[in-house]
């Protein structure tokens, strides 16, 4: 399901410093338990706008560089398309629960989709683009950890491959071509928490044993949880 809407998007302009935007180089922007998402100057970490979310409460959010927009969930289950320019959202909703992670990955060679997870144990991936014969809608969606929520995800990009974390204590592995399960690891004992760095790639889930997977996983992206 999906519609647009101004209505829901509040954008303050009194912080606005153009010549300061114009000449960053890294775009930071916060979403928060006051249900705002902030833009922030990278230099001296100033303010530039808010948007306020009136509607449901946030819970993940992503910046898409290549497409200029931000994507975040709500605990309804919508994920909303922020344009940056008007403050205008694009609104969809296909989980049945709080969105809980969302990245961006190129699944597709040249093609960069956004990945979402929930509460609901399911994996969403949906096609953003605003084209002039197609909105933005849901390619794919799979339940990854049924009866179980979904904590986070990471994007290998090397073996494009999805990982998934729940706190049905497993890591699942996916391939992001087909969805097909490739393997998984059992036994963590706490909630998962799965990240990168630029220079380091790791992911922790404090495992004491694996089965059914000998992966070992080369992580570029990551995932978001508030």
Known sequence: MENESTALAKV?????????????QIQIYSAAMDNTVRHWDS????????????????????????????VTGHDDGTIRI????????INLKEHS????????????????????????GRIGVWDVRKRQNRRPHLMFMFDAHPGSEILCILHD???????????????????????DLLGQHIGTTHILILRSFEC???????????????YMPSIRCESSYL
């Open 43 to 70: 230099y001296d970490m100033k303010c530039i706008r808010v948007f306020t979310e009136y509607r449901s409460e946030l819970s993940a959010m992503v910046y898409s560089r290549n497409r200029h927009i931000v």
């Open 200 to 214: 380091i790639d790791w992911y922790i889930a404090d495992i004491r044993r694996s089965r059914g997977s000998s």
């Open 97 to 120: 629960n709080t969105v809980t992670c969302i990245i961006t990955a190129n699944l597709r060679r040249h093609e960069e989709l956004v990945v979402t997870g929930g509460f609901d």
């Open 12 to 24: 303050d302009d009194d912080n606005m410093n153009l010549t300061t935007v114009a000449k960053s």
């Open 157 to 179: 990009a090397s073996k494009n491959t999805l990982l998934t974390g729940g706190n049905d204590t497993t890591i699942k592995v996916w391939s992001a071509a087909t969805f």
């Open 82 to 89: 922020w344009n940056l320019d008007t403050g205008s959202t």
